[in-house]
């Protein structure tokens, strides 16, 4: 028994509880509430407009999937390489567990994170251009080559923004956590 069609408009699904490859199956509008894909392969994917609410996607792999216009919404997204998406990728989170996640060599302007965790995560070679961070954790979070013009990070804490590996031209930071920006540097501080 199959657990979604090939193309899925407009669809609700709730509970589910899926660990299995979904293949070339492709979501419109469609909302996962209260479900688990935990350790699942989406290859091929497309998920175009559609919200996961409360959701586990905890170490899903993800090969070729197309992400337009996602919302993650109270989401577990715990160990996910979110690099090997394919083409287009936009989506945005709420309340959202995003710890020991990797987002590298991807085009993630205008994204928003807010109230998210993110310790751990990894932005390499990324364009985060008008990327918003509000209300975020994180704590050990590394940025490297990762261009933050204009990025917001001014609610969020714990972080750490070596200023000479990422571009940081008019991006916002706020007091006390913005002292961490003088960590790489050959200073002394009295």
């Known amino acids: 028994m199959r657990l979604f069609e090939d193309n899925n408009e407009n669809k609700v699904f709730k509970e589910l509880k899926c660990n299995k490859k979904l293949e070339n199956n492709a979501f419109y509008k469609c909302t ?12 091929g994917c ?15 792999e993800i090969h ?8 993650f919404i109270d989401c577990k997204l715990l160990g996910i390489n979110w690099s090997s998406a394919g083409g287009f990728f936009s989506a945005s989170y709420t309340g959202c567990s995003l710890n020991n996640n990797a987002f590298a060599d991807m085009n993630l302007s ?10 751990e995560a990894l932005f390499s070679n990324a364009k985060m251009a008008y990327a918003v961070f509000d209300d975020c954790d994180l704590g050990g979070c ?7 013009s204009f990025a917001n990070f001014s609610t969020s804490r714990n972080y750490y923004i070596n200023a000479s590996t990422n ?3 008019k991006t916002v ?6 002292v961490s920006l003088l960590k790489n540097l050959d200073i002394v501080l009295v």
Do not use: M, R, W, Y
């Open 167 to 169: 571009t940081l031209h």
């Open 110 to 119: 205008k994204f928003k994170f807010e109230s998210c965790s993110l310790v």
């Open 32 to 43: 996962f509430s209260n479900s688990s894909f935990q350790s699942s392969q989406f290859v």
């Open 46 to 60: 497309d998920f175009d407009n559609c919200e996961f609410i409360n959701c586990d996607l905890s170490l899903i």
């Open 64 to 71: 070729g999937a197309v992400f337009s216009d996602a919302k």
């Open 142 to 148: 590394q940025f490297h080559q990762a261009d933050l």
């Open 173 to 178: 930071f706020s007091l006390p956590e913005a």
